[in-house]
C-alpha cells in the first residue's frame, strides 16, 4: 500500500527538498503542496491523503487552524497530521496535539527518522519527538492547568484501575512493549486498555492521551 503524502509550508524550497525525500520511497508518493493552512484543508478533503506534514506558522490559516479543521472532519477521519516546526519547544505544539494531530518532530529531524515518523503516523500510531515531547508537555500543559482560571481537566472518572495505570505509563512515552514488560502483562492487553482509555476520554490517538494525563494532573510535571 502506498502511504499518500501531503506538504504543507510556505517555503517552496522546503517543500520541494520534503518531496524529493518522500518520492524517493517506493512506498510513499505526494499527493499535493500547500502553502498555508487553508489549501492544506482544502487538498486534504480533494486528495484524501493518509499524511499530511503541516507547519505550524504560515500566512493566513496557520497550521494549528489546518490540523484542527482536518481532524475535526469527520469525513478525513483516516487522515493524519504530523506537525514539522522550527522549534521543538513550541507551545503551539501542544494546541496541535489537542486538536488532534499525532504527533510532532522538528524540521532539522533526520531523513530516515522522518521516513519513519511518516510511516508510524500512517499505521495510526502516535509519534512525538523523544528530544523534546515530554518536556514540552509537562511545561506548557501543566503551567496552564496551575494557571488558567475556570480551567477544567478532562475527568478520568469513566477509566479503571488499570486504565490509569496504563495511562501514566503512556505519558513517560513508553512503547507497548515496554509497558507490556513492566506491568507483566500481553503487549495486547496494553493495546486493548490503551484503546479503551482513548474511546472513554474522545482522544483521537496517543498523543491526546499524553496531553490529557498532564492535564487532568494525573502526571504531575517536574517542577510544579
Do not use: W
Not at 520511497?25 to 505526494?30: G, I, K, L, Q, R
Not at 512515552?173 to 496494553?190: C, F, K
Not at 482513548?198 to 504531575?220: F, H, P, T, W
Request: proline share 4%; aromatic share 2%.
Amino acid at each position: 500500500m502506498t502511504i499518500r503524502v501531503l506538504l504543507a509550508d510556505d517555503q517552496a524550497l522546503l517543500r520541494g527538498a520534503f518531496r524529493m525525500l518522500v518520492e524517493s520511497e517506493p512506498d510513499m508518493e505526494v499527493v499535493g503542496e500547500a502553502c498555508d493552512g487553508a489549501q492544506a484543508v482544502e487538498l486534504a478533503r480533494r486528495e484524501r491523503a493518509d499524511v499530511v506534514l503541516m507547519d505550524i506558522r504560515m500566512p493566513g490559516t496557520d497550521g494549528l487552524a489546518a490540523t484542527r479543521a482536518i481532524c475535526a472532519d469527520e469525513e478525513l477521519a483516516g487522515v493524519r497530521v504530523l506537525i514539522l516546526t522550527t522549534f521543538e519547544v513550541d507551545e503551539y505544539v501542544v494546541e496541535a496535539l489537542r486538536a488532534g494531530a499525532s504527533g510532532f518532530l522538528g524540521k532539522g529531524v533526520e531523513p530516515g527518522d522522518l521516513l519513519t515518523a511518516v510511516r508510524t503516523v500512517a499505521a495510526g500510531d502516535a509519534l512525538l519527538s523523544p528530544a523534546a515531547t515530554k518536556g514540552l508537555i509537562a511545561h506548557v500543559v501543566g503551567r496552564r492547568a496551575a494557571s488558567t482560571t475556570g480551567f477544567r481537566p478532562p475527568s478520568l472518572e469513566a477509566l479503571t484501575a488499570r486504565e490509569r495505570e496504563v495511562l501514566t505509563v503512556v505519558a513517560a512515552g513508553l512503547s507497548n512493549d515496554e509497558i507490556a514488560a513492566r506491568l507483566e502483562v500481553s503487549p495486547l492487553t496494553v493495546k486493548t486498555h490503551v484503546n479503551r482509555a482513548m474511546a472513554k476520554l474522545g482522544a483521537r490517538d496517543r498523543a491526546q492521551l499524553v496531553v490529557i494525563a498532564y492535564e487532568s494532573g494525573l502526571v504531575r510535571p517536574q517542577g510544579l
